[in-house]
């Protein structure tokens, strides 16, 4: 299930949607597993710990729950370009004019207001290619 589009303006068209990818999200997943896995069996390690192999397991465990739990929302908010906003999950409407940057940032784009608000577009798979997308919409 993708966020409904919300009612449009008169004259305002959909150039864009960015939907969640699911690979991008489970990559996500497993890169935040592997990394906070390791951190966790080096410290139990540094603590002298007899069996620091529960700290990557422990993670790994705990990563994979949230992963499982959050999967159904995050992979429904899509993004919605119009030639006026960008409409977003929760009521999000940024106006075009408003937006001074979007940029990749790791598999998502940040997007950033003039008014210094700062949003996500998560788990998108061509995280380069939306932000610039955004730019040419914004002109």
Same mark, same amino acid.
């Given at each position: 299930?993708?966020? &409904?589009?919300?009612?449009?303006? &008169?004259?305002?068209?959909?150039? /864009?949607?960015?939907?969640?990818?699911?690979?991008?999200?489970?990559?996500?997943?497993?890169?935040?597993?592997? /990394?906070?896995?390791?951190?966790?069996?080096?410290? @139990?390690?540094?603590?002298?710990?007899?069996?620091?192999?529960?700290? &990557? *397991?422990?993670?790994?465990?705990?990563?994979? @729950?949230?992963?499982?739990?959050? /999967?159904?929302?995050?992979?429904?908010?899509?993004?919605?370009?119009?030639?006026?906003?960008?409409?977003?999950?929760?009521?999000?409407? @940024?106006? *075009?004019?408003?937006?001074?940057?979007?940029?990749?940032?790791?598999?998502?784009?940040?997007?950033?207001?003039?008014?210094?608000?700062?949003?996500?577009?998560?788990? *998108?798979?061509?995280?380069?290619?939306?932000?610039?997308?955004?730019? *040419?919409?914004?002109?």
């Amino acid at each position: 299930m993708t966020t &409904p589009l919300p009612p449009l303006d &008169p004259g305002e068209q959909v150039l /864009a949607s960015f939907a969640p990818d699911r690979t991008t999200y489970l990559r996500a997943h497993l890169i935040m597993a592997v /990394a906070l896995g390791a951190a966790a069996g080096v410290a @139990l390690v540094v603590m002298g710990n007899p069996y620091p192999v529960t700290g &990557p *397991l422990g993670a790994a465990a705990a990563i994979g @729950l949230r992963a499982a739990y959050l /999967a159904s929302e995050a992979l429904s908010d899509t993004w919605h370009l119009t030639n006026r906003r960008l409409l977003g999950p929760r009521g999000h409407s @940024l106006p *075009l004019a408003q937006i001074t940057h979007a940029r990749p940032f790791l598999g998502a784009v940040q997007i950033i207001t003039r008014s210094g608000d700062k949003h996500l577009i998560k788990y *998108l798979a061509d995280a380069p290619a939306a932000a610039a997308r955004i730019l *040419l919409a914004r002109g």
